[in-house]
């Protein structure tokens, strides 16, 4: 072994380097690789792991080549990167004639161009946007439907009186949300000859089922699944199934589907007045619900990875996995830290 290796990738070629970033990214991106064991096989940061992760999201190999030095190609001037920024912080591409809601470093490359004649890499110009404080990211999706004053009242206002209520009647609050998983959901890339779409045969067969699930800060869920459309009937059952055996009163979170707040609905929580209070979110506000959480580590985490060819196939793997998550207490918690999701991060109330 050379006891002299420190990870030190300054003195490796370009050309060598390039092959190593692509190995390290599609160790992550396509074979599953946690990023914490790619990073340490390599010697590398894990934030230096994850940037060339996001250079590759967002040119493709070509973004993993070394970035030339400053002055090997036209740098942008002060007067540009203000520009810049304020055109990415304050617009979207769309404004500027692209088909695209999301910026990227080649739309900046051709906005550039058109307003300053000039022609730059799109290596210059990632350098130059994390030299002015910005990142590449996932962006967060807002409905253009959302009442921002909506969502501003339940933050600031709504949401406190609910907690405060909770903790007058020690009362334990949840969240409350359903969707559907079904045999042909199928989403993802997959390896293909070069020049020809790859085809992937579906099962023949059809359906799937509904699910309906709760969680609390604490890491509580509890779910139910479904062979059938989700009504008041059904949803009174899941009613019952969460308040059986439940020792503390319950304020339950939900959206505003039609059979939340029909008239059966309505008539049991009134007549289970002592046992549960029911409240709801903003119209068209799913980022708000921790709970939407329990079906992007089902869908995309869990079940998009498995072969399903069949309703029973689907059941089984779909419990397993809800099994699963219900056991992972610290997952489920997770689902309350996120920035859009952490307001409901409160604890349990003593009794």
Known sequence: MNNHWNGDYRTVPDEAMYFIRKIAVRAVVDFGYSAQSV???????????????????????VGLKTRLPPGANPILTEEMEIWLKNAILSTTPMEHGFDST???CEILRCLLKRKFGIDVTVSTIRLHLHDIGLSYQQPRHRPAEQDPDEVEHFLSDKFPRIRKLAQKLGADIAFEDESGVGISDHAGMTWGEIGKTPEIVLPQQRGGYNVLSIVTPQGQLQYSIKDHTINSDYFI?????IL??????LILLLDRASFHHSKKVRQYVRAHRTQIRIFFLPRYSPELNP????WNQIKNNNLRKQYLDSKANLKKKLRAALKGLQANLKKVK??????????????????
């Open 244 to 249: 059986k055996g439940r020792t503390k009163p």
């Open 39 to 61: 990073a340490d096989m390599f010697a590398v940061a894990k934030s230096a792991l994850h940037e060339w992760i996001n250079w590759y999201r967002e040119s493709g190999d």
């Open 237 to 241: 059952d899941f009613l019952r199934q």
């Open 334 to 351: 997770s689902f309350f830290l996120l920035d859009d999701t952490k307001y409901a991060n409160v604890e349990s109330p003593e009794t």
């Open 291 to 294: 709970d939407e959480q329990v």
């Open 102 to 104: 999301l910026w990227t």
